[in-house]
């Protein structure tokens, strides 16, 4: 059992490291639904948030309480009322909001108080601080519903947060504003999360729903064929927001959906919808390259694009040292041109720092992905990874279920992100013919 244990860690434990260093000193805004306490997962989620907290990122922690607020009003013989998608909050329903903002503020604290032995949090100290950060307004009358008692953020106090975060401690909000009059407002847990990380510049916003994240075909069911969209650019998300009636419930598809949206649009470069349900869902989402629900991810459209016949000398120049080297096959400016719908590029100011190229197979539904390449000078930065990440849509778009890879050096590459090697035979037959036997080439896939 040391043996499989040392086998299966120290590669594991090796592909998280970079993860760990990447993420260290950022600022990630988790909001957490009232479901997701109620489901009992609160002890389970401040574990993982204290781990996080303890590689180095600063913490902004907002709790939502829905459900708590109903049961509430339901113990008082009241009626949760909604419109637009928001609580319309009258005076009863103003206490029981405190109420459960108070029992809830307590239960979060307990919870990161526990450092228990033999646990994640074995000698962790985690100060939670609290307070009033946020000024808020009245949401008013809308389509002719008043409602009442019912918020929207005004302003943040991003340097008391930012003070606070850099003393290390974990601040926690609660969906409460007060107005520079002192008059209280119940705010939605999302908008507070999203207008905090927008004010704050976050690295991250992470919503843990009772959602499992977009699926591929959003109005489709749930299965094997339809699984979660791991990576949505978001001009992608924009354009499936905008087939999507208004949400009303969170378990709309564009309830999250639409905060991710405005939170990238204002600078947030990655948000996140990820399920509650599942144990460990946030070190998954975020120390694991292939994720385990949906991101929304800021890319500037000039930097990751399809190729055009324009940049086929600057595929040439970059791909030239590594044809010399061996690395990659050579490839003549012909051939560059006749394919060049099947490649994709990263351009940084006009120059283009990577591409890659994907080669269909429907037959045998798959695609070759070749001639992947990074320039020296954007190693490191992530680009091979939003270079696979593209071509993985692109193979899904067309239907195909797998991509292979030939290479001869950088087959540790490809493994640490979900490739597996396989006999050359595997290949489909008419790559198969175009095999070099004296290459020697290793054949890995990836199913999709």
């Known amino acids: 059992m040391s043996a499989v244990f040392n086998f299966t860690f120290v590669p594991w434990f090796r592909s998280v490291a970079p993860y760990i260093h990447k993420f260290r000193n950022q600022t990630f805004v988790i909001g957490l639904t009232g479901e997701g306490i109620a489901a009992g997962k609160l002890h389970s989620i401040a574990q993982d948030l204290a781990l996080i907290q303890a590689m180095g990122v600063k913490i902004v922690l907002v ?7 109903n049961e509430q009003l339901a113990a008082k013989g009241h009626e949760a009322k909604y419109s637009h998608g928001i609580r319309i ?54 389509d002719g519903v008043d409602f009442q008692h019912s918020g929207l953020v005004r302003k943040v106090d991003v340097a008391g947060i930012q003070r606070t975060l850099d ?89 999250y959906l639409q905060h991710c949206v405005k939170a990238c ?30 991101m929304v991810i800021d890319e500037k459209l000039e930097e990751l694009r399809e190729a055009t016949i324009d940049d086929v000398g600057g595929i040439l120049q970059l791909i030239e040292p590594f044809e010399k080297d061996g690395t990659l096959v ?14 994709t590029i ?21 695609a070759e992905m070749a001639a992947v390449t990074v320039s020296p000078q954007s190693q490191g930065t992530g680009d091979g990874e939003k270079l696979l990440k593209r071509i993985e849509q692109r193979a899904r778009a067309a239907g195909l279920e797998s991509i292979f890879v030939l290479t001869t050096r950088t087959m540790h590459w490809f493994i640490k992100r979900g490739f597996q090697p396989v006999d ?12 070099n036997w004296d290459r020697r080439s290793q054949v890995l896939v990836k199913k999709l």
């Open 63 to 69: 709790h939502g309480f829905r459900p708590q607020v």
């Open 89 to 142: 909050t009258d005076s009863v329903a103003l206490d029981c909001a405190q109420e459960a903002a108070g029992q809830l503020r307590y239960e979060i604290e307990a919870a990161f108080s526990q450092g228990l032995p033999n646990t994640p949090m074995a000698g962790a100290t985690v100060r939670v601080i609290s307070g009033n950060f946020l000024t808020a307004r009245p949401v008013g009358i809308m």
């Open 167 to 255: 003393m290390g401690a974990l601040v926690l909000l609660s969906p409460f504003g007060f107005s520079p009059t002192g008059e209280a407002f119940n705010l939605g847990m999302e908008e507070v999360a999203t207008s905090v990380a927008i004010e704050l510049r976050a690295d991250k916003l992470i919503f843990l729903t009772e959602v499992p994240g977009i699926r591929m075909q959003p109005g489709e069911p749930e299965g094997e064929d339809n699984p979660i969209d791991t990576e949505l650019p978001l001009a992608a998300a924009q354009a499936l927001l905008a087939t999507l009636p208004t949400a009303q419930n969170p378990t709309d598809t564009g309830f």
């Open 265 to 294: 649009k204002a600078g947030v470069e990655r948000s996140h919808i990820l399920p509650f349900a599942v144990d460990g869902s946030l070190l998954l989402e975020v120390y694991v390259h292939d994720g385990i629900g949906t």
């Open 330 to 343: 050579k490839r003549d400016r012909t051939e560059i041109e006749r394919d060049i719908a099947a490649y």
């Open 346 to 366: 990263i351009e940084h100011d006009g120059v283009i720092f990577g591409c890659a190229a994907l080669y269909p197979y429907p037959e045998a539904k798959t």
């Open 424 to 435: 050359p035979d595997w290949l489909p037959d008419a790559r198969k013919r175009k095999y």
